[in-house]
């Protein structure tokens, strides 16, 4: 069965793309199937960054123009990448029919796929609210700043509150070292239980690497280069290990690779 996750971040910034793009692509190199949907049609950039050219995208779908075939592609390592369309007026303003349809046309990978992992929008759009409500696992991305945490709480509440998910997991991003990337991951969840009762759980760290930033530029996912990997791979690789061991959990309503058929 296929695992989802999806990779949220309260505002845009704290390298969320970069994250999901890698741990896909870290996934498929420990021999696992993986598929990229990039929901983020503000900034659609998870293309980019796995230096994909995609003429079709999330937008021809929806217009009918183009099969949902037409607009999955092969990246590093075999992952599959699903991109969103870049700015558009329609997918700025997706309705919940047009996200429900985006959801169920995943179901054509799920005998392709081990793991989906789900680009949202930064901040608590509807979109990326849906879609996040619609995966196995949340991964928040959080930097240790005040405006990030607040940022990321509001995300996390509005997705309790308004969809119930009460699980989880968090990635502190250009942290200095191990031992302050969890002093601010124990801080974040010293104020989210403070006023809810959720789980979360400290999937890992990263630092902050000017080589990180130059594969950006570069088009190229860090884990693909020999040097960078060597400095931050050690970080990934145990982020993506404590992302593999989530259990997959039972969820009602609209879900990725579930039988629901409508909202």
């Known amino acids: 069965m296929v695992k989802s996750l999806a990779f949220v971040?309260?505002?845009?910034?704290?390298?969320?793309?970069?994250?999901?793009?890698?741990?896909?692509?870290?996934?498929?190199?420990?021999?696992l199937k993986v598929a990229v949907l990039d929901t983020d049609f503000g900034l659609s950039n998870a293309n980019i960054m796995m230096g994909v050219k995609s003429d079709n995208t999330i937008s021809d779908f929806l217009s009918g123009s183009h099969s949902f075939n037409d607009i999955v592609y092969n990246s590093h390592g075999g992952v599959k990448l699903i991109p969103g369309g870049s700015g558009t007026l329609d997918t700025l303003n997706l309705d919940t029919e047009q996200r429900w349809k985006i959801i169920r046309?995943?179901?054509?990978?799920?005998?392709?796929?081990?793991?989906?992992?789900?680009?949202?929008?930064?901040?608590?759009?509807?979109?990326?609210?849906?879609?996040?409500?619609?995966v196995d696992?949340?991964?928040i991305t959080v930097v240790g700043e005040p405006t990030s945490?607040?940022?990321a709480y509001a995300f996390l509440k509005a997705l309790h509150i308004?969809?119930?998910?009460?699980?989880?997991?968090?990635?502190?991003?250009?942290?200095?070292?191990?031992?302050?990337?969890?002093?601010?991951?124990?801080?974040?969840?010293?104020?989210?239980?403070?006023?809810?009762?959720?789980?979360?759980?400290?999937?890992?760290?990263?630092?902050?690497?000017?080589d990180v930033v130059q594969s950006i530029i570069a088009r190229k996912p860090f884990i693909?280069?020999?040097?960078?990997?060597?400095?931050?791979?050690?970080?990934?690789?145990?982020?993506?290990?404590?992302?593999?061991?989530?259990?997959?959990?039972k969820k009602s309503g609209i879900h990725?690779?579930?039988s629901e058929t409508g909202y």
């Open 137 to 139: 696992q949340v991964v």
């Open 224 to 249: 693909l280069d020999k040097k960078t990997k060597k400095q931050v791979g050690t970080c990934l690789d145990v982020i993506t290990n404590n992302l593999h061991k989530i259990p997959k959990q």
């Open 162 to 210: 308004e969809k119930g998910v009460s699980r989880f997991s968090i990635i502190i991003n250009m942290a200095k070292n191990e031992t302050s990337a969890f002093r601010d991951f124990k801080s974040f969840e010293k104020i989210v239980l403070k006023f809810f009762p959720v789980q979360l759980a400290f999937a890992g760290w990263m630092p902050g690497s000017n």
């Open 9 to 31: 971040s309260g505002k845009g910034g704290v390298g969320k793309t970069c994250l999901a793009v890698n741990s896909a692509i870290n996934l498929a190199l420990m021999g």
């Open 256 to 258: 990725f690779f579930s």
């Open 149 to 151: 945490f607040m940022d």
């Open 105 to 134: 046309s995943l179901d054509a990978l799920e005998n392709d796929l081990d793991y989906l992992i789900v680009d949202t929008p930064a901040g608590a759009s509807n979109s990326s609210i849906e879609f996040a409500a619609a």
